[in-house]
């Protein structure tokens, strides 16, 4: 008997890295269900894709997950991956980023996992499943005025561990942290952005997507879990002083 095309939901799916992972899965075969916020472009990013499950909704609200994972289960009968991926970032000098900005961000990023991770568990440990977080390298280092986005990626990071140890060995639980990832107008980069890079070059949101579909594949990676991996074009290990 052929086997069942593997399920899996993403969040944030509607534009930059969710979306190319979410491409990326449908054309690897699998069956898709992508979760964002309505007035995204949601319906317009997968128009005339079959394969797919198209849920709007707030990742904050303990209502959508629920619904996500319902609706997917109903269509398509299972859940094998869940790529928490939904993200935002607000840049601002401490003094003047307020404790609502400071939640957005945290519960965007962070508790919109912990949300999701719980109302998928049951499905993942059916079909021995698995989860993979998008944290950030802004996880392990910083520009000024970002800490509500640092926080909560760091809080990602370790979050993905503690899943891992929690819901092994039937379901794996993995982190991607990228680094620069240009979702929006890559021809635009100058030389620089590029040479930066000890990779030579700016990441592309395929970049993720190819690690992403590893991970989620247990005959490939059966053996990591409650990994971070960085992609960052080698940034992170680059020393640099000022001349
Ligand atoms: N692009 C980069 O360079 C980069 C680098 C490191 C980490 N990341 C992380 O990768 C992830 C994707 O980033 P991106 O660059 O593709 O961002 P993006 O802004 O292009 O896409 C993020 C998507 O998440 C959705 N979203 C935001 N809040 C939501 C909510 N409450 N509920 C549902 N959906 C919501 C947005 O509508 C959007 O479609 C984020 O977690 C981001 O922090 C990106």
């Not at 092994?168 to 982190?175: A, F, H, I, S």
């Amino acid at each position: 008997m052929p086997r069942a095309k593997p399920v899996a939901l993403v969040t944030g799916g509607a534009n930059g890295i969710g979306r190319a992972i979410a491409l990326h899965l449908l054309a690897a075969s699998w069956r898709v269900g992508i979760v964002d916020l309505p007035g995204r472009g949601l319906r317009h990013a997968f128009r005339g894709k079959s394969n797919t499950v198209l849920v709007e909704g707030d990742a904050r609200e303990q209502e959508t997950p629920a619904l996500a994972v319902a609706t997917l289960v109903d269509r398509f009968g299972r859940l094998d991956g869940l790529i928490s991926n939904a993200g935002i970032m607000i840049r601002k000098p401490l003094r003047r980023l307020t404790l609502d900005e400071w939640h957005r961000v945290i519960d965007t990023n962070l508790t919109a996992t912990f949300l999701f991770a719980r109302a998928a568990e049951k499905e993942l440990r059916k079909a021995r499943g698995a989860i993979v977080t998008i944290a950030s390298t802004r996880a392990r280092m910083s520009e000024p005025d970002t800490e509500s986005y640092a926080a909560s990626k760091g809080g990602l990071v370790a979050l993905t561990h503690a899943l891992a140890v929690s819901l092994g060995p039937l379901v794996r639980v993995n982190c991607v942290s990228p680094g620069w990832i240009e979702t929006r107008n890559y021809a635009a980069l100058r030389r620089g952005d590029h040479a930066q890079h000890p990779a030579g070059r700016v990441g592309k949101p395929s970049d993720i997507a190819e690690l992403v579909a590893w991970l989620l594949d247990g005959e490939r990676s059966g053996f990591v879990t409650g990994a971070d991996f960085v992609v960052d074009g080698g940034m992170t290990r680059k020393m640099i002083y000022a001349e």
